[in-house]
């Protein structure tokens, strides 16, 4: 049987469905539960019969209506597909490196496991043609369609991965990607500069071609940043860099420049100046570089390579979610070997090869000097606001947690519910990433993870484990509920978008809602997501992104088969470090739980056998 090329199975896919508006009004009111008061979810229950009565079934009419209307003009997208783009990602006018932006942590490479010394310099010129290898497997369609189990899945992420930029706009950015690009960018200093990778057939070039020219850029950087900084204001307010990119292109040597950077297949930020040992230090570097300097944040995919050689990785969220972009570089990243380094490095000094980079110049005369520093001393606040650690746990992981016959998902889930409520005394609204792959374009889902069922265990005394154990499987129970529900895209938020997206023009909005607890259901302190991706090759990665409120934790875990590791990110009003031991002592915590109860089950169904006897 032929394996399905890259986008065979598109066609094929189901449309993303419209739920019942019953159904998801009902599972609404189920999340609310255990947020509200008595009184709190009696008025709210009022607010939903009314809508059920009223606004709800006119704006579902519309919403089915623009949904036939899709599948006649727009038959391989989806319903939700331009809102969600606009909504979640492109309207947004505050800075999108922290607020929008993702990140990743890579291995170290294979020479600095053995011992040693990695140059950022050859490092780059390797993963940048390993990264042209995953981008030719995407652009020559041999990327072999993905399923979950039998389900074929949406592929049409992969399109965007390469050569795309988020460009601000006034009131809207835009998105844009191009086609047949050769060519990536590197950053030094602030300085940006067009490194040639493939050849005119698309072909990758020579690797220690890719690495003179990278050299070449490091030889012709000067030793000072500029006094303004593209990447900070890449960094800041989108209306603020509206206004400046608009007064940059009225050169035209500045319009090309940018042109380049735009269309470039990715960029290298070389961060030579930083050598951080650290995961922290290593986080906060990819998150943000402390500084918001030598970055181009609008691109979907920024590498960053330190002076000693760690790599890690800056994406654009709006064009594409986790699992896509993280398969590509994790290909890319298994490539690396030290055979592929040693001939590189050896190459670069046997023969060297004079290609020059070609620099991409930028005047900043035409800048505002008090919106520019307006806009560098708010990014800075932003910066210093957010607060990020690691956790790598080695206790355990997907293995371990498995033996118990729990899902390492739900597990990890349930874990935070737990060391949220030992830190706080309290529960919290918790968003989780469902994927919609499943359908044509789908992208994400919320799952809502705190329930009735998760308060129920996490409020159960201690001593009382039976008990415990027995809340514990049922809040599971009620997660996987949810899950499954959101992957079929049975969610409510989506939902709840394209219903509000129908009002019309001076039409009220719904007190459904209005209602403070509406506000307060999507207000979420954790927002977790689950980055691990069901590729075969070892996973060579972790990664994160920032919290969604100021007295929230922005969570992203991935699982090793004998270790998890965990990114945690902090609004200014909460401790990320307090957090990071609270969820370390609760997966112990949950592990011995599990432990113990499946243990004493296991005795009492041997003695009954044993009675029987």
């Given at each position: ?86 909504r979640a990602y492109l309207i947004w006018r505050d800075p999108i490196a922290i607020n929008v932006n993702w990140f990743i942590i890579t291995d170290e490479h294979p020479v600095s496991r053995d011992g040693g010394f990695v140059d950022p310099l050859v490092r ?230 004079s290609v020059p980079a070609r620099a991409l110049p930028i005047d900043t005369s035409a800048l505002d000097v008090a919106a520019y520093e307006e806009c560098n001393a708010s990014v800075l606040t932003a910066i210093r606001n957010v607060s990020v650690c690691m ?154 992104f920032g919290p969604a409120c100021k007295d929230g934790f922005g969570i992203s875990y991935i699982f090793h088969p004998d270790r998890c590791i965990i990114s945690i990110t902090a609004g200014p009003l909460v401790d990320v470090c307090a957090f990071r031991e ?32």
């Amino acid at each position: 049987m032929t394996t399905p090329r890259t986008f065979d199975n598109e066609p094929t896919l189901p449309r993303l469905p419209v739920p019942d508006l019953t159904e998801t009004c009902k599972r609404y009111l189920h999340s609310l539960r255990p947020l509200a008061t008595a009184q709190e979810l009696e008025r709210s229950c009022a607010y939903v019969e009314h809508f059920l009565k009223h606004e709800g079934p006119v704006l579902q009419r519309r919403l089915l209506q623009h949904e036939e209307e899709q599948a006649r003009t727009s038959p391989q997208g989806s319903w939700i597909e331009k809102w969600w783009l606009e909504r979640a990602y492109l309207i947004w006018r505050d800075p999108i490196a922290i607020n929008v932006n993702w990140f990743i942590i890579t291995d170290e490479h294979p020479v600095s496991r053995d011992g040693g010394f990695v140059d950022p310099l050859v490092r780059s010129a390797a993963f940048a043609c390993n990264l042209a290898r995953s981008y030719l497997m995407i652009r020559e369609e041999t990327l072999p369609a993905q399923y979950a189990r039998k389900t074929p899945l949406s592929m049409n992420q992969y399109r965007y991965i390469f050569s795309t930029v988020r460009k601000p706009g006034e009131q809207c950015d835009s998105l844009h990607t191009y086609r047949d690009q050769r060519h990536f960018v590197v950053i030094v200093r602030d300085y940006y500069y067009e490194i040639q990778l493939l050849d005119e057939e698309h072909q990758p070039l020579p690797e220690h071609v890719v690495y003179a020219q990278i050299r070449s850029a490091v030889e012709q950087t000067p030793s000072s940043p500029p006094p303004l900084s593209l990447s900070v204001l890449t960094a800041g307010r989108r209306d603020v860099w509206y206004r400046a990119r608009s007064a940059l292109e009225r050169d035209t040597i500045n319009q090309r420049s940018l042109d380049v950077l735009d269309r470039s297949l990715f960029c290298i930020a070389l961060d030579l100046d930083a050598a951080p040992q650290a995961l922290d230090d290593a986080a906060a570097i990819y998150l943000h570089n402390n500084t918001a300097r030598n970055r181009f944040f609008d691109k979907s995919l920024v590498v960053v390579v330190t002076a000693n050689g760690r790599l890690g990785i800056s994406g654009e969220h709006t064009p594409q979610d986790a699992p896509a972009p993280s398969l590509m570089l994790n290909i890319a990243l298994n490539l690396e070997s030290s055979e592929q380094y040693n001939a590189i490095a050896s190459s670069a000094l046997l023969s060297p090869t004079s290609v020059p980079a070609r620099a991409l110049p930028i005047d900043t005369s035409a800048l505002d000097v008090a919106a520019y520093e307006e806009c560098n001393a708010s990014v800075l606040t932003a910066i210093r606001n957010v607060s990020v650690c690691m956790l790598d746990f080695r206790a355990f992981g997907s293995v371990g947690i498995r033996s118990l016959k729990c899902s390492p998902d739900c597990f990890m889930q349930m874990a935070m519910q737990l060391a949220f409520h030992n830190m706080f005394g309290e529960v919290c609204a918790t968003y989780e990433t469902a994927g919609t792959r499943q359908f044509r374009h789908g992208r994400t889902e919320t799952v809502r993870t705190c329930s009735e069922d998760t308060r129920s265990f996490v409020e159960t005394p201690k001593h009382d484990e039976v008990l415990r154990r027995e809340r514990l499987d049922k809040a599971m129970a009620s997660h996987i509920e949810y899950m499954s529900a959101s992957s079929r895209g049975r969610g409510v938020d989506r939902h709840f978008l394209g219903l509000r997206c129908c009002l019309k023009e001076g039409e009220p909005v719904p007190e459904i809602f209005t209602d403070p607890l509406f506000a307060a259901s999507t207000t979420y302190r954790l927002s977790t997501s689950n980055m691990t991706i069901g590729d075969k090759r070892k996973q060579l990665f972790s990664g994160g992104f920032g919290p969604a409120c100021k007295d929230g934790f922005g969570i992203s875990y991935i699982f090793h088969p004998d270790r998890c590791i965990i990114s945690i990110t902090a609004g200014p009003l909460v401790d990320v470090c307090a957090f990071r031991e609270a969820f370390h002592s609760a997966l112990i915590e949950l592990f011995s739980l599990v432990q113990r109860t499946n243990a004493h089950k296991q005795g009492k169904d041997a003695a009954r056998k044993q009675a029987k006897l």
